[in-house]
């Protein structure tokens, strides 16, 4: 119960923030999960964040924090 009705407004962009939450949530239709700037973590190379996307190759090109340089990990890869 709150002691204060709620301004239709403040629903309404509620609402709205949820919706878009929920579509980014959703994977891709062309299969790619993530997108250039996403953070991802990888079982073995740890922490990372998506720089580029290469269609060529299938494959993410990740910067991961704790390695110097660049890496391709496939689309199939089992990232979070």
Do not use: C
């Not at 609402?15 to 299969?31: C, F, H, T, V, Y």
């Not at 110097?68 to 979070?80: D, E, G, P, Q, W």
């Amino acid at each position: 119960t709150y002691t204060n009705p709620l301004d239709d407004s403040l629903i309404s962009e509620s609402k709205w923030s949820i919706r878009n939450s929920e579509k980014m949530l959703q994977p891709a239709p062309d299969g790619i999960s993530f997108r250039p700037g996403s953070r991802i973590v990888h079982s073995i190379m740890g922490p990372g964040e998506v720089l580029d996307i290469d269609r060529d190759q299938a494959a993410y090109v990740i910067k991961f924090d704790d390695l110097a340089t660049l890496r391709k990990i496939s689309f199939k890869a089992n990232l979070a």
